[in-house]
């Protein structure tokens, strides 16, 4: 089997879930909100085959990752890993030589920062958990907010899928 990756048989993005102990028992509504946005992002990009991986930290591990990987100590809201071109993530061993889907990357959430922000913005916890997985995604696809013209993309492009999805500002 030398590399062939297959998708999910019902041809969907296959999204796996990593809920931290930290946060108690796990929020099974947010994460179909996070599953949902997450493979509805994708759809609109034309990418209907993959895996992504979300993860739902508290802050302290986001912190931990935060220094780790960015060199920032300090938490935040989210963090998007794309697979490189070899499909893992950058510095880590290669994928063995399985039937997989196409690795798409990784999310992780930090749920306190975003129940915080929820909070400061006056929408829903969903809306705020569906913001910044369709963030993530856009991220993983290559887009970013660097300039004031990519930022209005990106605003654009989230608010499409979460107003499709019915996640809309309180």
Same mark, same amino acid.
């Given at each position: ?25 796990? #929020? ?19 990418? $209907? ?8 930290? #508290? ?87 660097? $300039? ?23």
């Amino acid at each position: 089997m030398s590399g062939r990756q297959e998708c999910n048989p019902k041809g969907e993005i296959e999204v796996t879930v990593d809920w931290s102990e930290r946060l108690g028992e796990p #929020d099974r509504a947010l994460i179909e909100t996070a599953k949902a946005v997450i493979r509805a992002t994708f759809t609109r990009k034309g990418i $209907t085959c993959g895996r992504v991986d979300l993860f739902f930290v #508290d802050d302290e591990e986001m912190r931990e990752l935060n220094r780790e990987y960015r060199g920032i100590d300090s938490t935040t809201d989210v963090l998007s890993f794309p697979m490189d071109a070899a499909g893992v993530v950058a510095g880590e061993m290669p994928a063995r030589d399985l039937p997989l889907p196409p690795e798409l990357g990784e999310i992780i959430i930090s749920l306190p920062r975003a129940r915080e922000q929820a909070e400061t913005y006056g929408h829903s916890l969903a809306r705020e958990i569906g913001f910044l997985a369709v963030h993530s995604c856009l991220h993983l696809c290559g887009f970013d907010h660097k $300039t004031p013209e990519e930022e209005e993309i990106m605003r654009s492009q989230e608010e499409e899928v979460l107003g499709a999805l019915g996640l809309t500002r309180d």
